[in-house]
C-alpha cells in the first residue's frame, strides 16, 4: 500500500458555527414555517455530508438535493424520510431507489406522478410551477387524477425573483395559495433564501434557503443576518524579489512599478479561482491585506508581498471571499463563487 499523500496545499474552512447560526436566523426569519436546506450541489460546494450532520444537529429536518445520487451521498448522515429529491423520478430505476432507500422523490410532472404510482407510490411532494417555466407541473394539471392518486407531503413552488421587489412575487405567492386550497398535502414551501423576507405570505409550512445558509446575501433584507460560512485558504509556494519593470505571470498582465517582493500562491482557476481575479483579488495575511497582480493560472496565483514582508513560502493566505462583496467585484454570482470552488480544496 502506498502511503497517503500529504495533505493538500489548499483548503476550504468551513465555519460550522455560522453555519448553524445562519440557519437559526433564517428558522427565526421564517415565523411559524420551519427552515429546511438546500444542499443540492454538494451543498453549494461546502460538502454536503457535514452540512446536514451539523444542520440536523441544529433541527434541521429537511434536505434538498438535485439529483438522486445526492441523495444517496446523505444516507447514514440522516433519516431518509428527509432527504428529498428536486428533480423527481425520471426512470423507473429512479423510482425503485426512492421506495428501497425511503427518500422523496419531489414529483415534478403528470409523467412523474404516474411512474411513482405505478411503481408503487407512497409520500411524495409535488413542485408546481407558477411562473418560472422550469420545473413543476402546470396550474392547469393539478386537477388531474394523477395528482388525486399521489400522498403529498411538501406541496413546492418556486420564485424566480425572490432577490428582487417585482410583481411576479405576488403572482406567484397569488398562485401557490390557490393550488393549496385543491391539492390535499401535509405541509407547503415556497421561499428560498430571499423568499423568506417577502413576509409571511410566503411561508406555508416549511422554507428552502440555500444560499444564505452559506454565507450569501441575496437581498438587503437580509445583510446584517448572514455570517460567512466559507474561507478558501491557499499556501504561499514560493518568494521572490524583482526589479521595477519586470513582468509578472502569462502575458506579463502586470509590470512592476517598483522593486518588488512577490508569492506564488497554490490556487488557480482549476480550483474555481478564476480568471477574473487577475490584478483584482485580494488575499489576507497576517500582515494584512495582499493583491492579486498578473493573470491567474491553472494552478497558481501572484500576490504582491511587498507589505507583508513576514510572509513567506509554506504561510498561508486566505483567499478574501466574502460572497456579496466578492460578487460585486468579480462579476459572478455569489451562487457561482461557492458551487465554482474546486475538489482539490481540502474540506
Ligand atoms: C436551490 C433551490 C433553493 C434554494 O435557493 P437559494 O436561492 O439558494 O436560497 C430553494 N428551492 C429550490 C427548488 C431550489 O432549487
Not at 12 to 35: P, Q
Request: hydrophobic share 45%; charged share 20%; with cysteine.
Amino acid at each position: 500500500m502506498p502511503p497517503d499523500p500529504p495533505p493538500a496545499a489548499l483548503r476550504l474552512e468551513i465555519d460550522g458555527d455560522a453555519l448553524a447560526a445562519n440557519w437559526r436566523g433564517l428558522d427565526a426569519l421564517s415565523g411559524e414555517a420551519r427552515a429546511g436546506a438546500a444542499v443540492k450541489a454538494n451543498a453549494y460546494g461546502l460538502g454536503a455530508r457535514r452540512v446536514v450532520e451539523r444542520l440536523a444537529n441544529e433541527g434541521c429536518r429537511d434536505f434538498f438535493v438535485a439529483h438522486w445520487g445526492e441523495a444517496g451521498d446523505l444516507l447514514g448522515v440522516v433519516e431518509p424520510a428527509s432527504i428529498a429529491v428536486l428533480h423527481g423520478p425520471m426512470t423507473d430505476r429512479d423510482c425503485a431507489y426512492a421506495r428501497a432507500t425511503g427518500v422523496r422523490p419531489v414529483i415534478n410532472s403528470l409523467a412523474q406522478a404516474r411512474r411513482w404510482t405505478a411503481a408503487g407510490g407512497g409520500a411524495c411532494d409535488l413542485m408546481i410551477d407558477t411562473g418560472m417555466n422550469r420545473l413543476g407541473l402546470a396550474a392547469s394539471e393539478i386537477g388531474d387524477e394523477a395528482v388525486g392518486a399521489l400522498d403529498i407531503e411538501v406541496l413546492h413552488s418556486h420564485l424566480a425573483s425572490a432577490d428582487e421587489d417585482v410583481p411576479l412575487n405576488d403572482l406567484q405567492q397569488r398562485r401557490w395559495a390557490q393550488a393549496r386550497v385543491h391539492v390535499p398535502h401535509r405541509r407547503a414551501a415556497l421561499a428560498n433564501s430571499a423568499g423568506i423576507v417577502l413576509g409571511e405570505r410566503f411561508h406555508g409550512e416549511l422554507t428552502r434557503p440555500g444560499i444564505a445558509l452559506y454565507g450569501g446575501v441575496p437581498c438587503v433584507a437580509l445583510s446584517g443576518a448572514i455570517r460567512q460560512v466559507a474561507r478558501p485558504a491557499a499556501a504561499v509556494i514560493q518568494v521572490r524579489e524583482i526589479e521595477a519593470g519586470e513582468g509578472v505571470g502569462y502575458n506579463t498582465v502586470f509590470v512592476a512599478p517598483r522593486a518588488m517582493r512577490i508569492g506564488t500562491i497554490a490556487v488557480g482557476y482549476a480550483d474555481g479561482y478564476l480568471r477574473c481575479w487577475s490584478n483584482r483579488g485580494e488575499m489576507r495575511s497576517r500582515d494584512g491585506t495582499v493583491p492579486v497582480i498578473g493573470r491567474v493560472s491553472m494552478d497558481m496565483t501572484i500576490v504582491d508581498l511587498s507589505d507583508a514582508p513576514t510572509v513567506g513560502e509554506g504561510d498561508w493566505l486566505e483567499i478574501a471571499y466574502n460572497l456579496p462583496r466578492a460578487a460585486a467585484s468579480s462579476g459572478l454570482s455569489q451562487y457561482e463563487l461557492l458551487t465554482l470552488l474546486g475538489s482539490r480544496f481540502a474540506r
